[in-house]
């Protein structure tokens, strides 16, 4: 009671959340104080020559004492207590109006609210996440004007907690629009593996997870050719500076869309080669589709949420490209459907083993066949969940390598000497060998993932009752993780904004915290791409470093806060020729 009274009138900021917790030790040093006056009190008497009995008659104040608390026993403060914006008080108001909205609110929304916040409330400039955790302290809470609270963490150690007791059915904080659209206009409750929960998530989890991998190392060959294609390609359209004029990030779109077509259909979609994105061939309109379909969501899921009230612009693109790439996707499924049906009649007779039969056939194709099959529908939505998720923190992650590379040309040197020494050996069919030969690329890749984690926050809904910082959270709490704000905070790691990829490699290692960096998640939920996405990184950049230097010549290039980070400016770096 006392604490609540003291924050009302005092600015968090001012109060602090360490001050909180030793305001309570305070008051238990107070009361052991007091005993100890007491006892010194009854001392004094007795030193100047008082019995015991004569004591009795001169008893000093009577003093309620309650019982001291030990360090040992820990103060847990009620979740009310957790420090958090007063701003969305004012957003609060209009409850009302809002209660179509769900609970689960993006963190693209949450910022928006904040801000809008403190537009109303004293035109102060605009704040990001990492602000509020200088603000608040390392646990922040939002009174969600909607219902279900959420909690914002960033320490390793809080996130560590909150990943251990997520059970065997984790629950993430879904993308609404997507949800909302295959509910409406596909009458699917589920969605793919990045959106689905309960059993429906365990199932598509368990039937995808091994073919996946096979299809990695089955086009491990058809990988490197794209790689090769779009160094050529980088080759080719260069302008005098040797910069690409147009959109680099697109051409690594163009790249990551081209492997992730191989892994997902055993495609060649040689969108690389292709310039009229708007074609009428159905590679070009499943491309076109996938990126005007990101370009929605992520408009959808950070701003405030009319589109769940009204039809907006950025809806209806949502619904008409979402539409074409689940047609697209689910033509080939069936097309690979009819194509099983067919070997199965053919082979029935001779094989009793559906899946040993159709062994070389495609990620599509086994999961059409074998004990866990799925439906045709199925599949098509998991596939769709893969290529968006893929395609984008794929890009994400090549876009900021390179230029991380080009920017820090001591670390380019050491890793052109690695991939030069290795070169000619590279065994393009056995990726294990190659991350063996190559520890600086990996360590590389990891320290910009470290940076620039492609999906920056990542979000539990309790499954439990917890206890983070001594506040006692409660189940169903929704709690973001903001991994991105952990990977980059000077005491998780020393210079903390530069690239440094020594830091991850054996000798130079520092003990660092595990979860202090966790770009692909952790547990039951962790990245099913995790191995797509280290060895399509991987061979992109042994190609395009064998082939030119990198160099980038102008301002820092910092990433969006959206669902899926991107660069804030153009890519304007300088492949040039090595001799
Ligand atoms: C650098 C590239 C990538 C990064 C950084 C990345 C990161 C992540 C992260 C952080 C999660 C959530 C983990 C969690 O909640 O604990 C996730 C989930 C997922 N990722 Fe990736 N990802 C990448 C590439 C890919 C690729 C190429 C695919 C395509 C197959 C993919 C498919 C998935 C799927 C299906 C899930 C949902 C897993 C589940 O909920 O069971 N990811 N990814």
Redesign the pocket.
Known sequence: MYLSQVRNFLPYSRLGLMNIQNRCYEKVALKTTKSQEMENSKASMQSVGLTPKQIEMFPTAKVHIPMALTSREPIILPFDEVPGPKSLKYISNFRQYLSVIGTQITVGVLTMMLNVGTYVNAKKPLKNLSALFDEYGPVVRFVSPVGGDIVLINHPEHIQKV?AMEGSY?V?SNLDSLEKYRAEHRNQIYG?????FGEE?HR??EV?VAP?HESVSKHMGGINEVCENFTLKIFNIRNYQDEITDNLYKEIYKW?FDC?GL??FSKKFTMLNTEVVYSQCDMSWLYHSLEKATDAIIKCESGLQFWKLLPTPTWSSLVKYCDSLDNLIGKYVLEAEQSVGVQLKNMRSNVSDESFALENNSLVNAMLVGENKMSAEDIAT?IM???L???N??T???SFLLYHIAKYQRAQKILFSEIDKVGGDLNISNMSAIIEQTPYLQACIKES?RLV???PV???ILPKNITIDRFNIPRGTLIIMS?QDASLKEGNYDDASVFYPERWLKGDAKEYHAFAS?????????????N???T??SLLTIRILQKFKLEYHYGDIGSTRSFISRPTKALKIRFVDRI
């Open positions: 990943y984790p993430r793919g593996t990045f959106t689905a998530w598509q989890r995808v996946l990551s992730m892994i997902l998991v969940d893969m290529l998720i893929g395609v923190t794929i994400s992650s090549m993932l984690p492609p999906i990542l979000t539990r991994t966790i770009p692909f998640g952790f547990g039951a939920r962790k990245c099913l791409g995790q797509i996405a280290e399509m990184l």
